[in-house]
């Protein structure tokens, strides 16, 4: 069966330091890989989708980035954290476009 | 570009009772999807509708996607204490665009 890992699964930063969070998948080959960010008490906001190793397409403008190196890992970095990116990060894997999206446990993300 | 939208955004249940929550689309979806929310967990995936019209069931809930392809329902009958989470549609014109979802409580 597969499974989606998502780590760490929080983390305290300080603003202007660098982040890397890390997800992988098993199980399934090629599959769509998502990064979603949900603010408290608030919906998901897609930031980045990729659909196979070095495709990665950015939803919205942001001081984040994103690469996948390999088939099913998907890194959400960022050079210097901004206290607005606090936030529950969201990784997430489907077979394509049009199928259900599988989530992995999240990163609660704070930036002091 | 595509909205979507959910409403209530909290709806405050009895235990036993029933409640419905829309999901509405500014364009035409070939498909919608809707997943749940524990607290404190991740979205997983409820069910997906493709069909004008189509309506599932899922024990006490049923979905129900509208004749135009641009809203949906979530209907919870019986609502029970696990039922407890936010609830999230989201819709698929030329791309999956999430609703801000429904909070639900109960009381007991």
């Known amino acids: 069966s597969q499974t989606i890992h998502q780590w760490p699964a929080t983390l305290v930063q300080p603003v202007g330091s660098p982040l890397s969070l890390e997800c992988t998948v098993e199980?399934?080959?090629?599959?769509?890989l998502y990064w979603y960010r949900q603010a408290a008490g608030r919906g998901l906001q897609l930031l980045f989708y990729?659909?196979?190793?070095?495709?990665i397409s950015s939803e919205v403008p942001q001081n984040l980035s994103a690469s996948r190196p390999q088939d099913r890992q998907f890194i959400l970095s960022s050079k210097k954290l901004l206290l607005s990116d606090s936030g529950f990060y969201l990784c997430?894997?489907?077979?394509?476009?049009?199928?259900?999206?599988?989530f992995g446990d999240g990163t609660r993300l704070s930036i002091l | 570009g595509q909205q979507v939208m959910q409403i209530p955004q909290y709806q405050h249940v009895q235990e036993g009772e029933d409640f419905t929550t829309y999901c509405n689309s500014s364009?035409?979806?070939?498909?919608i999807q809707w997943y749940k929310q524990r607290p404190g967990g991740h979205p997983v995936f409820l069910i997906q509708?493709?069909?004008?019209?189509e309506v599932k069931k899922q024990k006490r809930l049923t979905f129900q996607f509208g004749e135009a392809k641009k809203n949906s329902s979530l209907h919870i009958t019986a609502t029970q204490t696990t039922d407890v989470g936010t609830y999230f549609c989201?819709?698929?014109?030329?791309?999956?665009?999430f609703g801000a979802g429904t909070t639900v409580t109960v009381r007991a």
């Open positions: 989201a819709g698929r014109d030329y791309k999956l665009s």
């Open positions: 364009t035409t979806l070939s498909n």
């Open positions: 199980g399934t080959s090629n599959p769509n």
């Open positions: 990729s659909v196979g190793i070095g495709q």
């Open positions: 997430a894997w489907s077979v394509g476009d049009d199928q259900p999206q599988h």
């Open positions: 509708l493709v069909k004008s019209g």
